[in-house]
């Protein structure tokens, strides 16, 4: 099968794309998969191979440190889940962090020697629900996923394939050979291209407490007049949101999750533009992972005059920020994505009025250099 296969797995290490535990596969017989006990951060959660010792070849990374770390050993009696399983790792339920941090185990699916029962996960949040949401559903049918199971107890697993991590948050963004392949290769390779040729992913019917760029229903009507289908992935559901993504020859997006599963379908004669809404570390996994999957060598439209955020809140993910229209015109001109006059930005009072209906509470500038951005 592709991939190095052990019985045995090297101490715990950073995950890395080119060689290590990340491109290896280990088998284990009556493994005992261990669910979080209590929400936080790093949680002792896992895999305990049969002889008691940590398989740190399942641990969930995260930039630089592990999120799954050893739990205990149960001390009563642990149910017993037959079958061969593949395992999973964590299941988020943030979309965008599903899309990258769940996906990230899949790729021995078409090479696995013998047919599996499924894929086996364990929840991020203990007591959130189990139930995998429409998008969950979706996904792993497009990724030939025969079955889900969530671990929300100790469970004592017959047989389980326990892949190291391909992709994810952190240097290993960009995906190792494996991971590359397998998504080229196998993912939703029957969905259909279906669409237009010029497609805008907006953020501006989110609702309130998303960041997103101040006036984007300004930007909606500049683009939809360009000749783009103003695209509200939200309102769709995955398969449809692959099919427009892959028949866009030309696809500008405000910057956010949608564009990491366009780069998992996309090809490289495909043109890309992201709309920068925030200074963030996620800006730059979002273009590295679209180039390293894809090809496509996207486009930054970095020209935020000012950035908002709740008072008393200073994530990245919740600024709301004011577009230099003009600016962003110049660029995706130049690049070839639009044509015709400059823009001009949205009047004072329409920035105004839609700092107001974007958050409902007071907003604070975002400093920059000792001066608001």
């Given at each position: 099968?592709?991939?190095r296969?052990?019985?045995h797995?090297?101490?715990?290490?950073?995950?890395?794309?080119?060689?290590?535990w990340s491109?290896?596969?280990?088998i284990l017989t009556?493994?005992?998969v261990?669910?979080?006990?209590?929400?936080?951060?790093?949680?002792?959660?896992?895999?305990l191979?049969?002889?008691?010792t940590?398989?740190?070849?399942g641990?969930?990374w995260?930039?630089?440190?592990p999120?799954?770390?050893?739990?205990?050993?149960?001390?009563?009696?642990?149910?017993?889940l037959p079958?061969?399983w593949?395992?999973?790792g964590?299941?988020?339920?943030?979309?965008?962090?599903f899309?990258?941090?769940?996906?990230?185990?899949?790729?021995?699916l078409?090479n696995?020697p013998e047919?599996?029962?499924?894929?086996l996960f364990t929840?991020?949040?203990?007591?959130a629900?189990?139930a995998?949401e429409p998008?969950?559903?979706?996904?792993?049918?497009?990724?030939?996923?025969?079955?889900?199971?969530?671990?929300?107890?100790p469970?004592?697993?017959?047989?389980?394939?326990?892949p190291?991590q391909g992709f994810?948050?952190?240097e290993?963004?960009?995906?190792?050979d494996?991971?590359?392949?397998y998504?080229?290769?196998h993912f939703?390779r029957?969905?259909?291209p279906n669409?237009p040729?010029k497609?805008y992913?907006?953020?501006?019917?989110?609702?309130?407490g998303?960041?997103?760029?101040?006036?984007?229903d300004?930007?909606?009507?500049l683009?939809?007049?360009?000749?783009y289908?103003v695209?509200?992935?939200?309102?769709h559901?995955?398969?449809?949101?692959?099919?427009?993504?892959k028949?866009?020859?030309?696809?500008i997006a405000s910057e956010?999750?949608?564009?990491?599963?366009?780069?998992?379908?996309a090809?490289?004669?495909?043109?890309l533009?992201?709309?920068a809404?925030r200074?963030?570390q996620?800006?730059d996994?979002?273009?590295?992972?679209?180039?390293?999957?894809?090809?496509?060598?996207?486009v930054?439209v970095?020209?935020l005059h000012?950035?908002w955020?709740?008072?008393?809140e200073?994530?990245?993910?919740?600024?709301l920020?004011e577009?230099?229209?003009t600016?962003?015109h110049?660029i995706?001109s130049?690049?070839?994505f639009?044509?015709?006059?400059s823009?001009?930005?949205p009047?004072?009072?329409a920035?105004?009025?839609?700092k107001?209906?974007?958050?409902g509470?007071p907003?604070a500038?975002i400093?920059?250099?000792?001066?608001p951005?």
């Open positions: 099968m592709t991939g296969v052990t019985s797995n090297r101490p715990l290490q950073r995950p890395d794309p080119l060689e290590g491109r290896r596969v280990e009556d493994a005992v261990i669910p979080p006990l209590e929400r936080s951060f790093v949680q002792p959660s896992g895999i191979r049969k002889n008691g940590f398989c740190a070849q641990a969930h995260r930039k630089t440190r999120l799954t770390v050893r739990p205990q050993k149960p001390t009563g009696p642990v149910a017993r079958g061969t593949l395992w999973g964590v299941l988020f339920r943030h979309f965008g962090h899309i990258v941090e769940s996906s990230g185990r899949l790729w021995p078409p696995l047919k599996i029962d499924g894929v929840p991020k949040s203990p007591g629900g189990y995998p998008f969950h559903l979706d996904f792993f049918a497009m990724a030939g996923v025969p079955r889900v199971y969530q671990a929300d107890r469970l004592q697993v017959e047989k389980l394939y326990v190291g994810g948050l952190g290993i963004i960009e995906g190792t494996h991971a590359r392949a998504f080229r290769n939703a029957n969905i259909s669409g040729e497609l992913i907006s953020r501006s019917k989110l609702g309130r998303r960041g997103k760029l101040l006036c984007e300004h930007l909606d009507t683009l939809a007049n360009q000749g289908e695209f509200h992935p939200q309102a559901d995955l398969p449809t949101q692959v099919a427009r993504y028949a866009a020859k030309h696809v956010g999750s949608a564009i990491h599963l366009f780069a998992m379908v090809r490289e004669d495909q043109k533009a992201v709309m809404r200074v963030s996620a800006t996994f979002i273009l590295r992972h679209a180039r390293s999957f894809s090809g496509v060598d996207p930054l970095n020209t000012r950035s955020v709740p008072e008393n200073s994530v990245a993910r919740l600024w920020s577009l230099d229209f600016a962003a110049r995706l130049d690049h070839g639009i044509s015709g006059p823009w001009e930005d009047s004072e009072n920035m105004e009025d839609a107001k209906k974007a958050s509470v907003l500038p400093i920059s250099e000792g001066k951005t």
